[in-house]
């Protein structure tokens, strides 16, 4: 492909993944990242996790300075994207410039979801590299933390708070931590993770308000008072679609892009959070917040950029390690389907896969992600493996995969 210019908003993961494909795939034109943190790209999982407890940033950076410079990518940072000219694709930055573009992916990610009466001193959220660096600071041993919020977020921060030394009280407005998202069974079967780890896990408790009285924070609930010295508030996030809206693109739940990651206007395409995105395989618009969805999005994205044609069509994955555990799930359970358990949920590795008749839509599993790798093929080639030997823990699923394809 001949010079011209592509702009990357968002200075994230998909900001980073479009500007290696780009490359490697042969693209000799100018690149330029345009992201609002005074950051070059980083990435977030690390945030709650073991950055958060240790401080440890070696696996954080997405695009070292050597290799932008060895491959000629521009990274602005400190600059807001304001604006994408539907004349011409130009995109207008907060300083008062544009940078031409032929084509623009948007990759604004989302923020963290606020809740009314819920801020002030002491009370954090976490999206970004500073914000974990200031919740680090407050995380000092015998520290009282009330994490609002029961998701995988949460838990993920409970667990980098125990391993700092802080008490750790656990409040979720539901029934049962993650039941959303995987169910009340296997929700509950996580929660015990966190109660062996010492968690004060409540549920069905709904945080009004934070107030601060002599020093101390109070947080009060449904079921009354709790007192902390942090709150940390992780009740999902919004998707960052204002340029979208302000550039003129269809926007719904999110920015809306076909399965080629093509908004509805010609030059520009988006990616990763901020997307909502038709996927085939489920034939229905999703958005989802997953590592593994913004890097496969934003490459699909990026060979769109360059006219090539090809879907983002993989099973939804995404990973979450808390209290030495290792979490995974893939797939895209619906409300009727049953459930396999392969192990025992009450201790040890297990996986629950959910079928639909006897295909595999979806698994969840605790330290045993060599199933979901098994479940990922289960879900993409509709294989259908016997529930006797998707619930033996003996049974080699691996072989029982090749024998059945
Ligand atoms: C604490 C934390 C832990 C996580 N852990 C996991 C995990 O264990 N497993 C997993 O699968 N996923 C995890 N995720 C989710 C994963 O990090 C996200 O799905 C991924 O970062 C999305 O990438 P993105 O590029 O779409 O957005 P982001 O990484 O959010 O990047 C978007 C960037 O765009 C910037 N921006 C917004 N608007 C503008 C604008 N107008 N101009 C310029 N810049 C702009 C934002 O400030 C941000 O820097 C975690 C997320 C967080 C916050």
């Known amino acids: ?76 940072t400190g600059t807001r994207a304001l604006k994408v000219s539907a004349a011409d ?29 819920v801020d002030g001193e002491g009370v954090f959220h976490l999206r970004f590299r500073d914000e974990a660096d200031a919740l680090r600071d407050a995380l000092v041993p015998g520290a009282r933390v009330v994490m609002v919020g029961g998701g995988f977020i949460g838990g993920e921060v409970a667990s980098s708070a125990v391993d700092r030394g802080a008490h750790v009280t656990l409040l979720e407005a539901g029934p049962v931590p993650l039941a959303m998202a995987i169910g009340p069974r296997l929700g509950a079967a996580c929660a015990r993770l966190q109660q062996d780890a010492g968690v004060d896990v409540r549920v069905d408790t709904a945080v009004q308000t934070v107030t601060r009285t002599g020093g101390r924070l109070v947080v009060a609930t449904t079921r009354g008072d709790v007192e902390a010295d942090v709150v940390v508030v992780g009740v999902g996030a919004v998707p960052n679609t204002e340029l979208a809206v302000d550039s003129g693109l269809d926007v719904d739940g999110g920015v809306l892009v076909d399965e080629r990651c093509r908004t509805s206007q010609d030059r520009v395409f988006a990616a990763g959070d901020v997307a909502h995105h038709v996927h085939p395989g489920l034939g229905r618009r999703v958005r989802v917040e997953h590592f593994d969805n913004a890097s496969r999005q934003a490459a699909v994205a990026a060979r769109s ?35 396999v358990v392969r192990g025992d949920l009450a201790e040890g590795a297990w996986t629950a896969f959910f079928l639909a008749g006897d295909r595999v839509t979806a698994a969840f599993a605790v330290d045993a992600g060599e199933d979901i790798a098994v479940a990922r093929e289960l879900i993409t080639t509709g294989v259908a493996v016997p529930d006797a030997v998707l619930a033996d823990r003996e049974a080699d699923l691996f072989e029982a995969l090749e024998g059945l394809a």
């Open 89 to 117: 694709g130009a995109v207008l930055v907060d300083d008062g410039s544009s940078i031409a573009a032929d084509a623009v992916l948007l990759g604004t990610g989302a923020r963290a979801r606020r809740l009314p009466g």
């Open 1 to 76: 492909m001949s010079a011209g210019a592509f702009v990357l908003v968002g200075g994230g993961q998909v900001a980073a993944v479009a500007a290696r494909t780009l490359r490697r795939r042969g693209y000799d034109g100018r690149i330029v990242v345009v992201g609002e943190e005074p950051h070059r790209p980083y990435q977030r999982p690390p945030l709650s996790k073991e950055y958060l407890s240790a401080g440890d940033d070696s696996g954080l950076v997405l695009l070292p300075e050597q290799w932008t410079e060895d491959n000629d990518v521009e990274v602005r």
């Open 305 to 339: 950029m360059l006219g090539e044609d090809v879907v983002y069509d993989e099973p939804h994955w995404f990973w979450s390690d808390q209290f030495g555990h290792n979490l995974q799930h893939v797939g895209h359970a619906h409300a009727d389907d049953r459930m």
